[in-house]
C-alpha cells in the first residue's frame, strides 16, 4: 500500500513569511500532483510533476519532484491570506488513481 | 465550460437507509473516480470507471456499496444499508484520458465539490 505523509500538519504564519511542505513516501510515484482545497469545495489542482528533479513554479509557489520520485515539497515565497486552505498532494502509481497525502492546513494571518 | 458536479451537496440519514449519491462528470471525461475522506483521515480511493466499465474497484469497502455509470455519463453511488462508519465527504472525480490501456501520465483529475454524508 502506498502512503504520502504530510509535514507538517498545520502551519499558522504571517503575511509575508516563506514557507515549505513536505511530501514523503517509501514508494515511488510515476506522477505527483499538489491540490489545494477550500472548505466546501473539492481540491483544486496546483501542479503535476512527473520527473525526478523536476522544478515546477507557480508565480509564488514552487514545485520540487524528489530525484527518485518518492517525494515532493511545495515552496511559498512571501505567503499572503489567499494562500490560506488545505494543501493536499497526491501521487500516481501504474494506476491513474490517487494516492493522497494526509494534507498541510495552512493559515496565513495579517 | 461547467465542472464536475455532485448532488446532493448534504445527506443526512439514519442507519439502516439507503443513499445514492449522483456524479456528472466534465463533457466528454471517459474516467470516472470516486474517492471519500471520513473525518480525521485523507481521502481514499473508492473506485474507477472508464466509460461505463469499472476499471478498479479495489477502494469499495464491503458490498453495501454499489457503483453504475450507465451509458458512460453520469455515475451514481449507493449506499445500502448506510452504517455510522460511512459517514464522510463523497468526491467525485474525471479526467479525459480516454483510453483504459493508455495511461497520462499527467492523469490530471477534476473534482467535485462533494457530497457530505451524515449517517446517525
Known amino acids: 500500500t502506498q502512503l504520502l505523509e504530510q509535514s507538517p500538519q498545520f502551519l499558522s504564519i504571517q503575511e509575508g513569511e516563506n514557507l515549505t511542505v513536505y511530501c514523503n513516501s517509501s514508494?515511488?510515484?510515476?506522477?505527483l500532483q499538489w491540490y489545494r482545497q477550500e472548505p466546501g469545495e473539492g481540491p483544486v489542482l496546483l501542479v503535476t510533476?512527473?520527473?525526478?528533479?523536476e522544478v515546477k513554479k507557480l508565480k509564488r509557489l514552487t514545485f520540487q519532484f524528489g530525484d527518485a520520485r518518492k517525494d515532493s515539497s511545495l515552496h511559498i515565497t512571501a505567503a499572503q491570506p489567499g494562500d490560506t486552505g488545505l494543501y493536499l498532494c497526491?501521487?500516481?502509481?501504474?494506476?491513474?488513481?490517487?494516492?493522497f497525502g494526509t494534507g498541510t492546513r495552512l493559515q496565513v494571518t495579517l | 465550460e461547467a465542472g464536475v458536479t455532485q448532488f446532493p451537496s448534504h445527506s443526512v440519514i439514519e442507519k439502516g437507509q439507503t443513499v445514492t449519491l449522483r456524479c456528472d462528470p466534465i463533457?466528454?471525461?471517459?474516467?470516472l473516480y470516486w474517492y471519500r475522506r471520513v473525518m480525521g483521515k485523507e481521502i481514499k480511493f473508492l473506485l474507477h470507471?472508464?466509460?461505463?466499465?469499472?476499471?478498479?474497484e479495489s477502494g469499495m469497502p464491503n458490498n453495501r456499496f454499489l457503483a453504475e455509470r450507465t451509458g458512460g455519463t453520469y455515475s451514481t453511488l449507493k449506499v445500502q444499508p448506510a452504517e455510522l462508519e460511512d459517514s464522510g465527504v463523497y468526491f467525485c472525480?474525471?479526467?479525459?484520458?480516454?483510453?483504459?490501456?493508455?495511461?497520462?501520465?499527467?492523469?490530471?483529475?477534476?473534482f467535485g465539490p462533494g457530497t457530505r454524508l451524515t449517517v446517525l
Open positions: 472525480a474525471s479526467s479525459q484520458d480516454g483510453t483504459s490501456g493508455n495511461l497520462s501520465p499527467y492523469n490530471e483529475q477534476f
Open positions: 514508494s515511488v510515484f510515476s506522477s
Open positions: 510533476v512527473v520527473t525526478g528533479g
Open positions: 497526491a501521487g500516481t502509481g501504474t494506476a491513474s488513481k490517487l494516492t
Open positions: 463533457s466528454g471525461h471517459d474516467n
Open positions: 470507471f472508464v466509460k461505463e466499465s469499472k476499471q478498479d
